[in-house]
């Protein structure tokens, strides 16, 4: 079976920082991958590289088999869907129109949003617990309520790998939970692949099969995540002495 | 929810508006001619006076006026999209500055008028190019840099022209101002701006819901699959020659492409697809609707229509800006 995502021998620079050198993972129909690391370490740029947005300095990336470059702007945009992080609204728009740009990439050129993508639309707002507000301007949202439209956006987009740039930004509790548990149930029913810059350690530990940290120079260390996450990798990772709490199966990270 | 029967239903109604605003601006003036004479002129059944001045005075001015409100409505549509900025115009960047200095460095010069018109159009675009070229820099050009480039190489165009107007003759100055001030008297034939407005719409519109995308920004629509960089050089060069050849055609004409896409959004919502064809009527209406008035409140003394579009447009813009928060810079 071809991996969803499959990274080899990658190489990522900003200027002359290195964020990523001789990077290889596969990520299977399913799995949800957690990167970590510290501000400025590239986290964002990496993501983008994986989006196909932004050339690697070395190494190639297939999207379902498919390199970028091969498939195109719009079957990539048909395969992988992007949640940026932080949003501009520099004109009005209705929050149904805003969760409809999702369906751009599976529109002809002179087709218009049919009942069809208005029903995907409607549904991505329901599934983010947006359902009354199809009508609101977006400029009357809350941070936390745009950020859940941008994500709603994002599934109206029905991409089979979704490359996530701090998905829980500005989100409340209840909703940091609520994504992250609709993401991982779209990747164990739909088999769709999660890729998620995440900063919670604990929330990734739940809810990520894999982990990527990145320490900054190029090291990277990727593997499974109960293996990848422990007290000695995330001390470094970080810079902070970190301690483990266990409850029961359950484990638990806290800084010291 | 957009559809596409309401978008027809919106343009439809504006196209009505066009040709009302048409037929008002060939029946109105010093010689009043009643809808059903204009029809048999325009037809040409009859040789009177009366068809005579619809046909050869009215109907090209009126085609103008109508062609350049709707080019300058274009280009201040896309340019907002451009800049990602409801304030930006299709001067901001400096077009209106160079044709102005083209337009009156010839007129300085004493050139016939078809030289002053190209004097326009190649100040215009030699500003485009140079805002461009100077914007592009290290390949990254970003809305802050080509907006300030643009507002820069406008100040320069402005300085050169304020010395040209100190510098030149008496009897040339009325003429200058009017062009500056934008003027349909000595307009040039309408047909290059209804010819650039045909090409400017059917070139736009196949790319309208990718622009509703790069308005939402530059990731947003690369990561939904629009050729940003493609679309974005695209939509300069189409704004920068829409602009051109209406400043070429009727001099430097303001507030039409600032106020009327912003009308239009206010009522219709930001959908390119519908804001585009509908600014392009709209500003079309306003500009014909200005100049007949331009040729008919103080007749048989003429005022340059950009003194009206602007007298219209300030307060009506004020009253937007005051109205709805959202509408502005957010």
């Known amino acids: ?256 | 929810m957009p559809t596409r029967r309401r978008a027809l239903l919106v343009i439809l109604l504006l196209a009505l508006l066009g040709l009302a605003s048409l037929v008002i601006a060939l029946a109105a003036g010093s010689l009043p001619v009643s809808a059903v004479d204009i029809g048999r002129a325009l037809l040409g059944d009859t040789t009177d006076v009366a068809a005579e001045v619809v046909r050869s005075l009215r109907l090209p001015r009126a085609l103008a006026a109508f062609a350049c409100g709707a080019l300058l409505a274009l280009a201040g549509a896309l340019m907002q999209v451009l800049l990602r900025n409801p304030l930006a115009d299709p001067y901001v960047l400096g077009i209106s500055g160079g044709a102005s200095v083209g337009a009156l460095g010839a007129m300085l010069l004493g050139l016939p008028a078809l030289l002053v018109h190209g004097g326009a159009f190649s100040g215009a675009l030699a500003a485009t190019l140079l805002v461009f070229g100077l914007a592009r820099g290290e390949g990254s050009w970003t809305q802050t840099r080509l907006l300030l480039t643009g507002v820069i190489v406008a100040a320069g165009c402005g300085a050169v022209v304020a010395l040209i107007l100190s510098i030149a003759p008496e009897n040339k100055l009325r003429g200058m101002l009017f062009w500056l001030m934008g003027d349909l008297s000595h307009a040039a034939s309408p047909a290059p701006a209804l010819l650039m407005l045909a090409l400017g719409l059917l070139a736009a519109l196949p790319f309208s819901r990718d622009l509703n995308l790069l308005a939402r920004g530059d990731l947003t629509a690369r990561a939904l699959g629009v050729p940003v960089a493609r679309l974005r050089g695209g939509v300069y060069v189409l704004a920068a020659m829409a602009t051109a050849v209406a400043v070429t055609t009727t001099g430097a004409v303001g507030f039409v492409g600032l106020v009327v896409p912003h009308l239009v959004r206010l009522a219709i919502g930001n959908d390119q697809r519908v804001l585009l064809p509908a600014a392009a009527l709209a500003g079309g209406v306003l500009l014909t609707l200005a100049d007949t008035l331009a040729r008919t409140i103080v007749a048989p003394q003429q005022l340059p229509v950009g003194v009206l579009t602007a007298l219209i447009g300030v307060p009506v813009f004020l009253y937007l800006l005051t109205r709805s928060p959202r509408g502005g810079a957010s």
């Not at chain 1, 002359?16 to 986290?43: E, M, P, S, W, Y």
């Not at chain 1, 050339?55 to 945009?77: D, F, M, Q, V, W």
């Not at chain 1, 609101?136 to 439209?149: A, D, K, P």
């Open chain 1, 1 to 256: 079976m071809t991996a969803l995502l499959s990274v080899c021998d990658l190489e990522v620079n900003i200027g002359t920082v290195c964020v990523a050198a001789g990077l290889g993972f596969d990520l299977q129909a399913g799995q949800r991958l957690a990167i970590l690391g510290r501000n400025g370490t590239g986290k964002t740029t990496l993501l983008s590289t994986l989006a196909g947005l932004r050339e690697p300095e070395a190494g190639t990336i297939s999207l379902c088999g498919g390199e970028y470059a091969a498939l195109g702007a719009r079957r990539a945009a048909q395969l992988r869907g992007l949640l940026p992080q932080g949003h501009l609204d520099a004109f009005q728009s209705t929050v149904l129109e805003t969760a409809l740009i999702g369906r751009h990439p599976h529109l002809g050129r002179w087709a218009w949003e049919g009942r069809e993508d208005a029903r995907l639309a409607r549904e991505a707002l329901a599934a983010v617990d947006l359902a009354g507000f199809s009508a609101r301007e977006v400029h009357t949202l809350s941070g936390g309520e745009r950020q859940r439209l941008a994500i709603a956006a994002l599934l109206a987009q029905q991409p089979r790998l979704y490359l996530l740039d701090e998905p829980l930004a500005h989100l409340d509790l209840n909703h940091q939970i609520a994504v992250l548990e609709l993401f991982s149930r779209r990747a164990r029913e739909d088999g769709v692949g999660i890729v998620m810059v995440l900063h919670d350690i604990n929330l990734a530990l739940r809810h990520a099969d894999r982990a990527l940290l990145l320490f900054g120079e190029g090291r990277t260390l990727e593997g499974p995540a109960e293996a990848v996450l422990t007290v000695e990798t995330l001390s470094r990772l970080y810079g902070h002495p970190l301690r483990e709490m266990r409850d029961g199966e359950r484990r638990y990270f806290v800084p010291d």
